[in-house]
């Protein structure tokens, strides 16, 4: 079946710097990837949506210079979190659509991010 | 617009029980409703999906039907196992922005005791 690897399961980074956290889809192509954020007992909330080759379009309100997002080919899409800040430690999570199944959309299985 | 609200858990049942898990959702036009689980360690995996009125999607012993006249989508299951433990997310589908794109409710937690 579909499968979406994202890396690292999970990071920990200091005040100021940068994480980047892969996205690939393994044994498909996937057309568009989407990035979520959540944070504890709440919902997904989506952050961008990336099609392969063109820049990503970002919900209303997510800083798009600070959640820099990169989707260069068609199995692998980046998200970097740059001069991160504690308020931006959260659950990140991608999706893939172009697979087979789930009606087009495989998950990863998350990012944990805690920036001290 | 367009949202999706869930029963607030956490849930807590024996081997065995009934489930239900509330889902009502706020939308315009009809989208596709969708249950997903997510076991510990593990990404989102789709349970089922029903994608018109008074379709009933089913997987696994897991039953959903979407109701348009309560804007619902509850999930339930007759006999849930040990094995069932996950959070469970209720989403529907909106084309926005030239792609469709999930809206999830803020997911169940369910724990089975055996």
């Known amino acids: 079946g579909a499968v979406v690897s994202q890396h690292p399961s999970w990071v920990i980074c200091k005040s100021g710097t940068s994480v980047k956290i892969e996205c690939r889809s393994l044994?498909?192509?996937?057309?568009?990837m989407f990035w979520y954020r959540q944070f504890p007992k709440q919902s997904l909330m989506l952050m961008a949506t990336s099609n392969e080759g063109s820049k990503a379009t970002y919900e209303q309100g997510v800083e798009k210079d600070k959640f820099l997002i990169n989707h260069a080919s068609l199995t692998l899409s980046t998200l970097t979190v740059t001069s991160a800040h504690p308020e931006d430690s959260s659950f990140y999570i991608c999706?893939?659509?172009?697979?087979?199944?789930?009606?087009?959309?495989?998950f990863g299985s998350g990012t944990r991010l805690t920036v001290v | 617009g367009n949202s999706v609200t869930q029963m607030e858990g956490p849930v807590t049942l024996s081997e065995e029980a009934f489930l239900t898990i509330n889902c009502t959702y706020t939308?315009?036009?009809?989208?596709?409703l969708f249950w997903y689980v997510q076991y510990p360690g593990e990404g989102l995996q789709l349970l089922l999906k029903a994608t018109k009125a008074d379709d009933k999607g089913s997987n696994k012993g897991f039953e959903a039907t979407y109701r348009k006249e309560t804007t619902s989508f509850h999930l339930e299951k007759g006999s849930v196992q040990v094995s069932d433990s996950a959070v469970y997310f209720c989403?529907?589908?909106?084309?926005?922005?030239?792609?469709?794109?999930?809206?999830f409710g803020q997911g169940t937690r369910l724990t089975i005791n055996p």
């Open positions: 989403a529907l589908s909106e084309r926005r922005g030239g792609a469709q794109k999930l809206v």
């Open positions: 044994d498909f192509q996937a057309t568009t």
């Open positions: 939308a315009t036009g009809y989208p596709s």
């Open positions: 999706s893939a659509s172009g697979g087979p199944s789930n009606y087009g959309y495989t």
